[in-house]
């Protein structure tokens, strides 16, 4: 199957059909030194070695502050804003880091982890979601916080995924700053806001061009009331990689919505062949029936979910209602201490700390 163009054909935008067109700051500016940034890290600059410098700036940054720093799944944001509210996804975070640590004349770069794809709920949106983190130029080998291989190290901000650090590749910043563009996009899109959704997809395509955010265009189109120009957008992807399953699962989507249910039928047996497994559907299988005192039935379903994907909180803080309600606590204790500490967002965090609270 031949490669896709880098270059989007012009025929798949809808510029006339999203008025509202946002403000995105460029490529350049987002990996640019901030003034707050700059004004905080010139006070604090220690006259050190390379190889201490690193560990003075995560320390600075993500624990001296009055306010330190902290991972959040669903805050995409510019170093700016990333400062100035202390809170950050991976893709942010690494951002900051890479950002704030060539400011130190430490060379830093985004990495993409090469790990499969983990599914993400944002709203009423499940998506399958890639996962970065940084790399630092150090002259050093690392220590218990960060990984060093030949002068290099990795600085992971999200829980559960240590294991992952030596899989990944350095990408450039344009491919960042689309990545940065896409979560936008999945963000405004999850709000309704569909102009801005499309603009920030358009803008992260031209940017660097990838199938996720082919996939995220369609829908845009499909929500906003444009079903021709989502299958456009799905077979365009399609004539190029066949083995695309969120595609031919949206496409299915689509299609039965348009009264096509064989078309639709046949695109659905396709995606289930390639689709990973979803943790969240057996989740959400699991709360039904714990919600109607079937313990044990939902407990399987919650460990299934688990051999999907073993860091999510959900499926974490399911076996410890599970635990809790056959009257094991030290259990329950053990996994919702564990769902406290990879909880993805401060909502979550505190959801689960409430129920900890109420329960053990």
Same mark, same amino acid.
């Given at each position: 199957?031949?490669?896709?163009?880098?270059?989007?054909? @012009?025929?798949?935008?809808?510029?006339?059909?999203? *008025?509202?067109?946002?403000?995105?700051?460029?490529?350049? =500016?987002?990996?640019?030194?901030?003034?707050?940034?700059?004004?905080?890290?010139?006070?604090?600059?220690?006259?050190?070695?390379?190889?201490?410098?690193?560990?003075? !700036?995560?320390?600075?940054?993500?624990?001296?502050?009055?306010?330190? +720093?902290?991972?959040? /799944?669903?805050?995409?944001?510019?170093?700016?804003?990333?400062?100035?509210? %202390?809170?950050?996804?991976?893709?942010?975070?690494? $951002?900051?880091?890479?950002?704030?640590? %060539?400011?130190?004349?430490?060379? #830093?770069?985004?990495?993409?982890?090469?790990?499969?794809?983990?599914?993400? %709920?944002?709203?009423?949106?499940?998506? !399958?979601?890639?996962?970065?983190?940084?790399?630092?130029?150090?002259?050093?080998? *690392?220590?218990?916080?960060? $990984?060093?291989?030949?002068?290099?190290?990795?600085?992971?901000?999200?829980?559960?995924?240590?294991?992952?650090?030596?899989?990944?590749?350095? $990408?450039?910043?344009?491919?960042?700053?689309?990545?940065?563009?896409?979560?936008?996009?999945?963000?405004?899109?999850?709000?309704?806001?569909?102009?801005?959704?499309?603009?920030? /997809?358009?803008?992260?395509?031209? &940017?660097?061009?990838?199938?996720?955010?082919?996939?995220?265009?369609?829908?845009?189109?499909?929500?906003?009331?444009?079903?021709?120009?989502?299958?456009?957008?799905?077979q365009y992807v399609l004539a190029?990689?066949?083995?695309?399953?969120?595609?031919?699962?949206?496409?299915?989507?689509?299609?039965? #919505?348009?009264?096509?249910?064989?078309?639709?039928?046949?695109?659905?047996?396709?995606?289930?062949?390639? =689709?990973?497994?979803?943790?969240?559907?057996? $989740?959400?299988?699991?709360?039904?029936?714990?919600?109607? *005192?079937?313990? #044990?039935?939902?407990?399987?379903?919650?460990?299934? #979910?688990?051999? +999907?994907?073993?860091?999510?909180?959900?499926?974490?803080?399911?076996?410890?209602?599970?635990?809790?309600?056959?009257?094991?606590?030290?259990?329950?204790?053990?996994?919702?201490?564990?769902?406290l500490l990879l909880a993805s &967002?401060?909502?979550?965090?505190?959801?689960?700390?409430?129920?900890?609270?109420? @329960?053990?």
């Open positions: 199957m031949q490669e896709r163009p880098r270059e989007v054909p @012009h025929v798949l935008w809808q510029d006339d059909a999203f *008025g509202v067109r946002p403000e995105l700051v460029s490529p350049q =500016m987002l990996f640019d030194v901030p003034p707050a940034l700059a004004a905080l890290l010139d006070k604090n600059r220690q006259d050190i070695d390379r190889a201490k410098r690193l560990q003075a !700036l995560l320390a600075l940054l993500f624990h001296d502050l009055d306010t330190p +720093i902290r991972y959040h /799944a669903d805050m995409n944001l510019t170093p700016s804003e990333t400062l100035q509210q %202390r809170l950050g996804n991976c893709l942010s975070l690494a $951002i900051f880091t890479a950002v704030a640590a %060539r400011y130190w004349q430490l060379p #830093a770069q985004v990495q993409s982890v090469a790990i499969a794809p983990r599914w993400m %709920r944002n709203g009423d949106l499940v998506t !399958l979601s890639k996962h970065v983190n940084v790399r630092v130029k150090t002259q050093d080998l *690392g220590d218990n916080n960060v $990984i060093g291989e030949n002068g290099y190290r990795v600085v992971d901000f999200q829980q559960g995924y240590e294991r992952y650090r030596f899989r990944a590749q350095p $990408i450039s910043d344009r491919q960042a700053a689309a990545l940065f563009y896409h979560n936008q996009s999945v963000n405004w899109l999850v709000e309704g806001h569909y102009s801005e959704a499309y603009w920030a /997809a358009k803008t992260s395509l031209m &940017t660097h061009p990838e199938s996720e955010t082919f996939n995220l265009l369609g829908v845009i189109y499909r929500r906003a009331g444009l079903p021709k120009a989502a299958e456009a957008v799905y190029f990689d066949e083995t695309d399953a969120s595609v031919w699962q949206n496409l299915s989507v689509l299609l039965n #919505a348009q009264g096509r249910p064989l078309e639709a039928a046949n695109a659905k047996v396709k995606a289930a062949r390639l =689709m990973p497994d979803n943790p969240f559907d057996f $989740i959400d299988q699991a709360e039904l029936l714990l919600a109607d *005192g079937h313990v #044990a039935k939902a407990k399987t379903l919650y460990e299934k #979910a688990l051999e +999907i994907d073993d860091i999510n909180e959900e499926a974490l803080w399911g076996m410890a209602k599970c635990y809790y309600l056959s009257g094991q606590a030290q259990l329950a204790l053990r996994f919702v201490d564990k769902a &967002t401060p909502q979550v965090h505190e959801r689960i700390l409430q129920w900890k609270a109420a @329960h053990l």
